[in-house]
């Protein structure tokens, strides 16, 4: 009898539809500029206290035209997190601290803090940007003007997490912070997060590596 019933059930079963290719009357739309996931590594020249801007970071990255101009390979970012790690002084073990500090368009602030501990344990800060402003896309148009102040001390090694956006075929946006007098025609640049370009070691603290 259970045999019976299996048989019976197995008959009365539809067969497997086959799927086929589905076709669309036109093709499906794509990302079409350059998207890239990317982590921005700085070290801190000396102790300060450094304010980021717009135009800082979409300075980041540029490729000289001339001598003397670069032109952005970012037209639009959104930041996703930034980490800092501050080394005690190791011989004589003074505590430091870094920070990180969100600015918005009402003026209010989020700010994120550690210190180190003896001299073997960094001081550590991650922090993400709040909700609205820094945290969606940013592009040259922005009317925000600073998005964020770090704290560091001396080596403090500082990571940007962004992602960025080089949109294909608009004009292309001079670099507002290279000021380069002995730029290579073709070469691609990282500037300082806090200013100049790279070739002009000296005048700003958070150098890229």
């Not at 003074?94 to 344990?121: E, F, L, N």
């Not at 001081?123 to 998005?147: C, M, N, Q, R």
């Not at 007098?181 to 002009?200: E, P, S």
């Amino acid at each position: 009898m259970q045999n019976f019933k299996l048989q019976r059930n197995a008959s009365n079963r539809k067969p497997a539809r086959r799927a086929g290719p589905r076709f669309s009357d036109h093709p499906p739309s794509y990302e079409s500029s350059t998207v890239v996931n990317r982590v921005f590594r700085f070290k801190a020249a000396a102790a300060a206290a450094n304010t980021v801007t717009v135009t800082n970071i979409l300075d980041l990255l540029e490729v000289a035209t001339s001598t003397t101009v670069a032109y952005r390979l970012i037209d639009a970012f959104r930041i996703k997190k930034i980490r800092i790690w501050a080394p005690p002084d190791p011989t004589t073990a003074v505590p430091t601290t870094c920070s990180i500090k969100w600015y918005t368009t009402s003026g209010s602030y989020v700010q994120t803090s550690d210190t180190s501990m003896g001299t073997a344990k960094c001081a550590y800060v991650e922090s993400k940007p709040p909700i609205g402003d820094a945290a969606f896309w940013i592009g040259s148009g922005s009317s925000l003007g600073t998005l964020l102040s770090l704290q560091t001390p001396v080596g403090a090694i500082v990571d940007l997490h962004i992602v960025y956006r080089d949109i294909l075929d608009v004009a292309g946006t001079a670099s507002v912070n290279s000021n380069g007098t002995a730029l290579v025609v073709g070469t691609t640049y990282l500037n300082f997060l806090d200013g100049t370009a790279k070739n002009l070691v000296g005048q700003n603290v958070l150098t890229p590596v």
